[in-house]
């Protein structure tokens, strides 16, 4: 996860920055190292995959 000027993010599919209050963070249930970042956008076209958990809220990963 990138976080950008401590309450930005990278999304992991379109390389667009957002604001963590926008997006969403995928979490493999069985490795908590593999996760991704996913704006709006791109959650409706990936969805949850099997094995992943959505978390909606990340916001308390700013600085
Ligand atoms: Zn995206």
Redesign the pocket.
């Known amino acids: 996860m990138k976080i950008v000027d401590g309450d930005k993010v990278v999304?992991d599919?379109?390389e667009?920055v957002f604001l963590l209050a926008d997006v969403s963070l995928l979490e493999k249930e069985t490795n908590r190292n593999y996760e991704k970042v996913?704006?709006d956008?791109?959650l409706g076209a990936v969805g949850v995959p099997r094995g992943y958990t959505l978390r909606r809220d990340i916001t308390h990963l700013g600085q």
């Open positions: 999304c599919r379109c667009s996913l704006c956008d791109c």
